[in-house]
């Protein structure tokens, strides 16, 4: 399974992607908006978007792609590990 995290913490990075990897997902993060933002994000299974650090012009992009590749969107106003464990749980769960 392939996850694209947009938003969240320059600092966190690390984190979430061990987090993603301790749920055998490979993983996007983009905590800052890239010139080529729609190119990047490319085919995905899951993209969640961490609203609280995300700007506007970043989330319309993402959805815009997310829509048109047809990847299932989640949101959390929280950007922590907590969260995106919970998310992660929850999709692997009803994806099986």
């Known amino acids: 399974m392939s996850v694209v995290i947009v938003g969240g913490h ?54 815009q792609e997310a829509k048109k590749e047809k990847i299932t969107i989640t949101h959390s106003h929280t950007s922590s590990i907590s969260a995106l464990t919970k998310i992660l749980d929850d999709y692997c769960k009803n994806s099986v």
């Open 10 to 63: 320059d600092r966190m990075v690390r984190q979430y992607i061990d987090t993603c990897k301790n749920h055998k997902c490979k993983v996007k993060v983009f905590t800052q908006m890239p010139g080529n933002f729609k190119a990047q994000i490319g085919k995905a299974d899951l993209m969640v978007l961490f609203t609280s650090t995300l700007s506007h012009t970043m989330m319309r992009s993402a959805v």
